[in-house]
Every structure is written in C-alpha cells, then in structure tokens.
C-alpha cells in the first residue's frame, strides 16, 4: 500500500512521522516497508536511521535517466528501455528486525553530494510532463512500484505546492496523510489540498479512491485551553474528510473527539530536538501520548489495508468505476482494480476475486452486462 506524507509548511513532524510510523511497523509488526524521500529540495530520512553521509542513487537520478532516453527516442521509449527503481540499484537497506522479517529500505531524493542541488534545480516538471510523457511514466513506475514485496510504501513529501505535488499526492498514493499545525495557514492550505486531491481528474475517473487521514500535530498537552480550542477547530474544519476515513475504517459511531484525541501528535521537548525514533528492539515497554499516537496511527493504516484487500472494497471500487465512467468493459475494471490488490496473490487469483464480485454485485442486481457477451463484458450500473 502507498502512502503520501505530505504538510503544508515544514515543521510540522512530517518526517518524524514517517520514520516512526516505519520504525514499529518493522519491529512490532515484522512489516517490510519501503521509504521514498520526495522532499527533493530538503531530504532528510536518512538521518533519522543514522546515514548522514548516505550517496546512492535515488528519485531524481532515475527520473534524469528517463528524460535522456526519452529525448533521445523522441519520448517514443519502449517499455524495456524504460529505466526503473531495481531494489539493488536504487533502494538502500536501513535496518532489518532480529528475525530479519521487518525490514527498511530507503530510495533517496538522489546521490547527496555537491551537484546535489544542482541536479534538482535543473529538472524541468514542464518538459517532463508536457513533451516527454511523464503521466505515463509515472503510472509505469508506481506499477513496478507496487511489484515489490514490500507491506508498505512510504513517500515523504515535499511541503507546499510544488511542480510534482500532483504526483505525490494524487498519482502514486492510496492513502492520504496530511499533517497539520494549530494555525490558520496550515489549516487553509491543508484543507486546499484535500480538496485538490478530492476533486481531481485522476481521482474523479476512478482510478483510486480519495482516502485522506488528517493529523494535528504539534500540540502542546501544558496549554490545555488553547489545545482544546484547537482540537475543536480541527473537528470542525475537516469533519467532512473525518467521515469518509472514519467510514473506510468501519468506525462511523466512534465519537470524533476520542477519535481525534487518538491520533493528535504532542509536543515533545526531547524530541523536537533532533531526529529521533522512539521505536527500536528493544524499548517495548516505554510509553507515552505520542509514542501511543503514533502507534494508533500505524494500527489505522494497518485496519485501511486490510480492507482494501477485502471483497467489499473491491465493489467499492467497481461502483464507483461505473458512477463515474457510466460504462466499463472487464478490462478496464482489471486495469483499475488489479492494481489496488495485494501483490501476495497471483494474476489468476486477482482476476478471478474481481469475476467473483461482479458475479455478486450483478445478482444483487447493482450492475449488469449490458454487452450480448460474457466474454467480452461491458459493465453499467442497473438504474432500474
């Protein structure tokens, strides 16, 4: 499953979050977990598991490798010459749990070295989209992407609007994290961006469902009028993506209070100080209110991948193909479906769980075939 991190303004725990989230994935839950650091002009996940001095390739030297052979094939590039993430190239171990089931890995922003920031200052978003393909490319890489035996993968954002946030945030994901802060600019331009993503193209075709966890971090326990008054404008303001998560997670009559109180980030002195992990081997015991946050947030990603690996999301899926599409033949709804499955089940096994739902919904005559064949199916919902 992947994951977007994303923060309106930096200094909000963003990467702390991810780091963490990854940190107890891999040691409690023996998770494989791939991070990308796509903070390109601030990278900075390597720190966090001890590699300052980190120098193998990553994101932008994979994606200058696609804009050369593209240029010089007039974008015209063959899906075998089109370069990819290979683990051995590109991914780089950070740490493996004791039985070596829960492991790290990590795709840098690229090689940390002087030309560094050079390279991605040079990178032109416009041509790469607009004369060489880039869409396409994309959806090639998050399809390779999700052909790694990894759990999970985690992108680490860049904050604001930039040129590719429309690839982090809306092309890649299956899931939506936005953090927050207790301000009016993070508050506006968070909520700007959930929209952005809601009400996108990409997401109104059906290509994924708009499945967005918001988190309000930063929040100080010691100044507890202002933490409530805060708490409650956070409720308030984003109430409405509250309960299209809360309805994902099978949590309608939780309480959105308790709810929010489980997931809010504190303040904490000794880990604001530097890049801290709080989850290691060892350490099991330890608790406190954001050690507990950020294993209740982990524990929610676990619950939203579980379902989406269920029939009932499949049907989701199909319905909502067909209330936006109107029509779709069975190759279209694989192209879409296919792609959302675990990678723990062969072809034939996912193939066969989508006839089964369209068995299904078809009896309890949701959809129907509108085509005179069952081979080649065309699939519409049943206004009737």
Request: proline share 3%; aromatic share 10%.
């Amino acid at each position: 499953m992947i994951v977007t991190f994303y923060s309106y303004k930096g200094g909000v725990g963003r990467t702390q979050l991810v780091a963490n989230l990854a940190a107890f994935l891999c040691y409690r839950k023996g998770k494989k977990i791939l991070l990308i650091d796509w903070d390109l002009e601030a990278p900075g996940l390597h720190f966090y598991f001890g590699r300052p001095d980190l120098k193998s390739l990553g994101l932008i030297d994979l994606l200058n490798e696609y804009c050369e052979i593209s240029m010089k094939m007039n974008s015209d590039v063959p899906i075998k010459d089109l370069p990819v993430f290979s683990k051995e190239k590109y991914c780089t171990n950070l740490c493996k749990s004791v039985n070596n089931n829960g492991v790290i890995d990590l795709i840098p922003a690229g090689v940390y070295d002087k030309l560094f920031n050079s390279r991605i200052n040079a990178f032109d978003w416009s041509t790469f989209y607009n004369q060489l393909k880039g869409f396409d490319y994309i959806e090639f890489i998050k399809e390779k992407l999700n052909s790694f035996e990894y759990d999970y993968i985690f992108i680490d954002s860049r904050t604001g609007i930039t040129d590719y946030s429309g690839i982090t945030n809306v092309q890649l994901p299956e899931v939506n994290i936005i953090i927050t802060i207790p301000n009016r600019q993070n508050f506006e331009g968070s909520l700007k961006i959930i929209t952005g993503i809601e009400n996108s193209p990409y997401i109104k075709r059906g290509n994924r469902k708009a499945i967005i966890f918001p988190i309000l971090s930063k929040i100080d326990s010691q100044l507890a009028d202002k933490k409530s008054e805060w708490h409650n404008n956070f409720m308030n303001e984003f109430k409405n993506t509250f309960s299209g998560l809360k309805k994902m997670l099978g949590v309608e009559k939780i309480d959105l209070y308790e709810f929010t109180k489980d997931t809010l980030l504190q303040y904490t002195k000794d880990v604001s100080f530097e890049e801290t992990i709080l989850f290691t081997e060892t350490n099991i015991a330890q608790k406190d209110d954001l050690r507990d946050n950020y294993i209740n947030i982990a524990e929610n990603l676990e619950t939203i991948k579980s379902k989406m690996e269920k029939p009932n999301f499949i049907k989701e899926i199909i319905i909502e193909l067909l209330a936006n599409k109107e029509s779709a033949t069975r190759n279209e709804i694989d192209e879409i479906v296919l792609s959302k499955l675990s990678d723990s089940r062969t072809e034939k096994q996912k193939k066969d769980q989508v006839k089964n739902q369209l068995q299904e919904l078809s009896k309890e005559g949701i959809i129907k075939n509108k085509s005179n064949s069952t081979k080649y199916s065309v699939w519409v919902l049943n206004k009737v």
